[in-house]
């Protein structure tokens, strides 16, 4: 911020100090856009219809989605009170954050893990505990537990973890759920679920029974690519939902976006079809880029993490350079979505010349 940015009134100075949001940066038209792990694809059969056919623009939408919650609700056989929209995930995160944790309370989370926890927090008013990731850019569970004190309350699982692409395995779900305060809020952030083919990952709905202190978050848009329509949903108990509810801005989920996101559910063969496509595609770039000397962790959603450390300005540059837009996160390591097959080509083009510039030294290049 320059000076002339200063504010002139008072407002909350851990506010002021927060980053402002920058989004993934825009693509020329010649470029890949790989930087907010957005779905290539467009939207599913039906649903430009179902939206197009929402013309009461104005009406207020229905404040609880009703209708798609009911179908949520089949799909997961829970009740809908135990099921949650909000326009997309990360609302009902700051919704969730919010319910539980203000001034002198603590959220733990890892680190790196999804750039919205931090400010979400401090926006509650509440303190962030950043628990470093392993070395395999996994979650120390263990780390994480063992940060957790009385003022802990709310801790969040991200699986698989954005931008590492690590999952949580439901036996290390379980051993770190046997380990917190079963008063205490975990939330498991399932964005990239959809993309998971690891068969020990865990996986959140059917732990809902087992554990009363949990709720999962899922989104219309990744693997669904409803990104610009903003919709995603908790599962969880209702008391703790209704908590999230209370907090909540009314009103912020749109009639399109709810018809969206019902018909797209309506077209789970198609969506499977995409899914798989984007997986493949995701595991061959793994493979491929393993091939060429990269040392990364195995991709578990729709995007690869480059641990590229020191190096990360400068590579994020040459990849930008041959038009391709990636999230950098200086100096961690750089984050690319898995996009068209085209983008993905030219990545590998690349990419080779690249892990051959890095010093032998890097942990990025495997020793040969
Ligand atoms: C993209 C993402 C979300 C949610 O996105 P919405 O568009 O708000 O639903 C939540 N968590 C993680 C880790 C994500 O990467």
New binding site residues.
Partial sequence: MSSSDQPSVRLRPEIVALPAYRQGKAAETSAFKLSS?ENPFGPLPGVIDAVAAETAFNRYPDATALALREKLATLYARSVDEVHIGS????I?AQLILAAAGPGDEVVYPWRS?E?YPSLVTVAGATSVQVPNRADHGHDLTAMAAAITDRTRVVIV?TPN?PTGNIVTADEFDAFMASVPSDLLVIL?E??CEFVTEPGAVTGPPLLTRYPNLVV?R?F??AYGL?GL?V?YALGPVGILDAARSTAIPLSVTGQGAAAAIASLDEQAALMERVGVLAARRDDVWRELTAQGWQIPQPHGNFLWLPTGAHTASVAEQLGAAGLIVRAFHPEGIRISIGEAEAMEKLLQISKEIVNALPTTSSTRQLS
Avoid: E, H, W
């Fill in positions: 792990n997309g995930s990360v609302a995160l999804f919205a991200c954005n952030d964005a990239y978050l989104t848009s990744k990104a903003r995603g």
